[in-house]
């Protein structure tokens, strides 16, 4: 046989299989696989990064080093583990949520899987030169790169700077992919109004991507300029201004975290219908709040610059609509409580991380509130306040509900059911080691700690060890995922059913575990 | 299973622990406010928390009743809704969304609008002062006194290398501080010799950026004298950490005595410009300037960061981006690949002019002639340079003038 014939149930055999992959499976697990790893790096970033602020002035990375860390811990977990996760889990499930029997565009979508790796190798390549004596290390003007920092940076900056735009482009193929899939490809009797929620938040998310990425895209372009073609984007000296960096990252940044929160918005309420043993509560407040989410984070982005010096009707406006935000959030979270109440509860591993993103999202949520005050943020705004805020916001929400979303679909991609009892241990150490090592940061924020400082002062140091070592235990309970993840690729463990949950509904249910290669080539009835 | 029950609420309870008594701990760590701004800012800050915290209780013990009472252990039959029913439960349904609106625009938005155009409002600034923040270090100008200079991070290096114990305000200390007086409206204006730079004083609750190439403004009325410190709040490099922000407030009266002083002092250092200096004087004063002035980046041992920062040693090699290198050819400090020795003067015009297009900044403005001669004579005779110079300041205060 051929490298690409197979029928429906025997795939193609050897690495040209992966690396030719149009399979929406088979892409999607790559995703995983990928973003999963990403993650493992950008965790061994952060471990290195809290080692660093054990005490006031440990050494294990120099000032330059630390800059570095700091920022490539930040680019990995957005571009590389995040984003890849979620794409996964859109790849993987939607074309079967929706009853079609693969992505619209399987070809685009190995092209968009196969541009990540090349741009993380970009990304981390400055740091294998160093250690042969090719120039100075990564960038390290921190995840949002401000100018004119970024224009000082060493040549490793440029590295990012390329991975960036692999990493846009890898993304607005795979959004392009799944709105055309939403749109054009369910089942017969599938209308948009009886799609999974999980569905309807990937197209949401998928809009603002090719919305706001190429903002970013455009960005790094006109920093690079500044930095070797002589353009002045960013200096005033030449009728720039460095605001206007701010200005265009936040554009795209604020969107972003909704970018990142919305696909695990979308799986929560599956998940907690499914062990609750209940039907989903509010689908069409939460479709609304959706659609009202992704058109309000575009008009919020400069609460990230406060203090940056804009003129005061633009902080009361910028406050003014954050502040509104919070309404279909607080839908979402109503709906959540709404699924639960007078269900029938069982707290398999899903729903234990379900629960604790609920709860840590929560508390993200909850001092974005604080932040949104224009006033009150001066003593926030780049504090350990806000670095412990937004961890609460991206770990306690999306990075929770990714690893919900990972039990949730273990057997059923695997075919073989994880360990209950290691998932149960990963969540409370995950749970209390996170809570031990992001609540003293708001304090420390408070107190007056300024963030991405490598030493700091005496009054801070005894959050700051606390901070630390919960944190070396929060980055080694990922490794119990990991071997339950491992273990179940492997075949071990007990055969999962075809509904796996005795809760779970949905088509994705009505297939073996695991499915086969080729799935709904003959559409299913929708009624 | 009653013991996995147990243990599931004792986790619950535990983590929860945590954030009760963070939440309650919160009220005592903010510093003590010293200006009305901070006061609003202590204020708004209070009233949040109690807010937030009472809905996360709120919140959080909903879930945990549910968790509890609504458990599939209980063979309960579970309900069917999806949605509400009948006009009574939707305006159940609506109440939670009023009253959150309720809170952002009423309780928290009208105290926010009232602070923010308070912050506005420069009109009535007894003083002005200019603070520019540099790569690392923060530059204030008093424009109606003439009094203008640099305050730099004073804690020794020893301390931040571990190699001797740390002083009460390690990395919270300057050589000079900024001397405001209370009772007196200052109107700071903000200013950035390169990157955004951000000026922040927890006490007096402001924080502004200092934006190269435009200028930013904030102000504070400080109630109390004593020492207020604070950071950069915005990363700027490797120094970031390093740049800290020290404000002596002093009553009116003590105020116009020190700036009586300064000025006795800059007539000193005008004096101290055309002193002549011995060598070994030249070289002790110039450690302590390098120490503070150019480890940061060339390294307390001088050897620089290849890559980035070049040796002041002569004889080490040296491989950076074309810019730098043919920056220091021209100024005759690189040959073959290797930092050399080059001539004295142009040694001065680098350290007054600094190299454009690299992180080398002009100290003309930051450092005294006497201290630009005593550092340079340093240089010229340390690591393992044994040229035997002498840089006058009078050298170095000619060439500032321009010849």
């Known amino acids: ?527 | 299973m009653s013991r996995g029950r147990l243990l599931s609420k004792g986790g619950a309870a535990l983590a929860l622990l945590g954030p009760a008594c963070a939440f309650a701990r919160a009220f005592y760590d903010f510093q003590t406010p010293v200006t009305p701004i901070g006061r609003d800012v202590l204020f708004i800050h209070d009233l949040f928390l109690v807010i937030i915290a009472a809905l996360f209780l709120g919140g959080t013990g909903t879930l945990l009743y549910s968790v509890y009472a609504h458990r599939y252990r209980l063979n309960r039959k579970p309900a069917s809704f999806t949605g509400p029913v009948g006009a009574k439960q939707w305006i159940w349904a609506g109440i939670p969304f009023a009253a959150l609106l309720f809170l952002d625009y009423v309780i928290l938005g009208i105290p926010a609008l009232h602070s923010i155009l308070a912050l506005a409002d420069m009109s009535g600034s007894a003083l002005t002062i200019k603070v520019t923040g540099r790569q690392w270090n923060w530059q204030y100008e008093y424009p109606t006194y003439g009094i203008r200079f640099t305050s730099t991070l004073s804690t020794p290096q020893d301390q931040i290398a571990n190699r001797a114990p740390k002083d009460e305000h390690f990395l919270l200390e300057v050589d000079r501080p900024l001397v405001l007086p209370t009772h007196e409206k200052v109107r700071i204006i903000l200013a950035s010799a390169d990157v955004i730079h951000a000026f922040w004083v927890p006490s007096f609750g402001i924080k502004q950026d200092a934006v190269p190439g435009y200028l930013r403004q904030t102000w504070v009325e400080i109630d109390k004298p004593g020492t207020y410190r604070g950071q950069c709040a915005e990363l700027c490099g490797v120094g970031h950490a390093f740049m800290p922000i020290v404000v002596v407030a002093k009553s009116p009266q003590d105020f116009n005595r020190w700036v009586g002083r300064e000025h006795a002092d800059e007539a000193a250092q005008q004096a101290a410009s055309s002193a002549t200096y011995t060598r070994d004087e030249l070289v002790a004063a110039g450690k302590k300037v390098f120490d503070t002035n150019c480890a940061a980046c060339h390294q307390p041992n001088g050897l620089g960061i290849p890559g980035a920062f070049p040796p002041i040693a002569g004889g080490h090699a040296f491989a950076a981006a074309a810019p730098m290198i043919s920056a220091l050819e021209s100024r005759g400090f690189y040959k073959n690949g290797d930092i050399v020795v080059g001539p004295v003067a142009d040694h001065i015009r680098i350290v007054l002019q600094g190299i454009p297009g690299t992180p080398m900044p002009s100290f003309a403005s930051q450092l005294s002639p006497a201290d630009i001669a005593a550092v340079v004579t340093y240089e010229r005779n340390e690591f393992g340079n044994h040229t035997g110079d002498a840089v006058e300041p009078a050298q170095v205060a000619a060439m500032k003038a321009g010849h």
């Open chain 1, 1 to 527: 046989m051929s490298a690409t014939e197979h029928t429906a149930d025997s795939p193609p055999r050897g690495i040209t299989r992966w690396l030719y992959a149009t399979n929406h499976k088979d892409i999607g697990k790559m995703y995983l696989l990928f973003g999963i790893a990403m993650f493992l790096v950008g965790g061994l970033l952060a471990e290195l990064i809290r080692a660093e602020l054990l005490t006031p002035t440990m050494r294990v990375l120099s000032p330059e080093a630390y800059d570095q860390v700091i920022t490539v811990h930040g680019l990995v977990m957005v571009f590389g583990a995040l984003m890849p996760i979620t794409a996964g889990l859109a790849n993987y499930l939607i074309p079967i949520m929706v009853g079609a029997p693969d992505m619209a565009l399987p070809r685009l979508n190995n092209w968009g899987f196969w541009l990540l790796p090349p741009a993380a190798i970009l990304l981390v390549m400055p740091w294998g030169l160093k250690l042969i004596g090719i120039g100075s290390g990564t960038i390290d003007a921190g995840w949002t790169m401000y100018a004119p920092l970024s224009i000082q940076s060493g040549p490793g900056a440029d590295f990012a700077f390329i991975a960036v735009l692999l990493l846009g482009l890898s993304s607005t193929m795979a959004s392009i992919n799944i709105i055309v899939t939403i749109i054009n490809q369910r089942a017969p009797g599938m209308t948009m109004m009886k799609v999974p929620v999980f569905v309807w938040s990937w197209l949401i998310t998928a809009l603002l991507l090719i919305a706001v990425f190429p903002a970013l895209m455009a960005g790094v372009i006109m920093l690079v300029g500044d930095r070797h073609f002589g353009t002045h984007f960013f200096s005033a000296a030449g009728g720039g201004d460095p605001v206007l960096w701010e200005h265009i990252f936040w554009f795209f940044g604020h969107p972003e975290v909704y970018i990142l929160l919305l696909p695990t918005a979308g799986i929560m309420p599956h998940i907690l219908a499914t062990f609750a043993r209940k039907p989903i509560y509010g689908y069409k407040a939460q479709v609304y709040s959706f659609c009202l989410i992704g058109v309000l984070s575009v008009v919020v982005w400069a609460h990230h610059m406060f203090t940056s010096g804009m003129p005061t009707a633009a902080n009361i406006y910028f406050m003014l609509s954050t502040m509104a935000i919070s309404v279909p959030v607080a839908v979402l979270f109503f709906c959540w409580f709404g699924t639960l109440w007078r269900g029938a509860m069982s707290f398999e591993t899903p729903m234990l991380f379900a629960l604790g993103y609920i709860v840590l999202f929560g508390i993200g949520g909850l001092t974005g509130l604080v932040l949104s005050d224009a006033a009150a943020d001066q003593q926030y705004h780049n504090t350990y306040f806000l670095v412990a805020h937004f961890h609460y916001a991206l770990f306690g929400g999306p990075i929770m509900g990714v690893i919900a979303g990972i039990y949730y679909y273990l057997p059923k991609v695997t075919g073989r059911m994880y360990s209950e009892t290691i998932g149960r241990w990963h969540f409370w150490l995950c749970f209390i080691g996170f809570n031990v090592t992001f609540m003293p940061q708001f304090l420390l924020g408070v107190a007056g700690m300024p963030r991405r400082i490598p030493d700091y002062a005496l009054q801070f140091s005894h959050l700051n060890m606390i901070s630390s070592i919960s944190a070396f235990v929060l980055g080694a309970s990922q490794l119990l995922m990991v071997y339950n993840i491992v273990r179940c690729i492997r075949g071990e463990g007990e055969r999962a059913s075809d509904q796996v949950w005795t809760g779970a509904r949905g088509l994705e249910f009505t297939l073996p575990s695991p499915p086969p290669f080729h799935t709904f080539q003959t559409p299913p009835v929708v009624n």
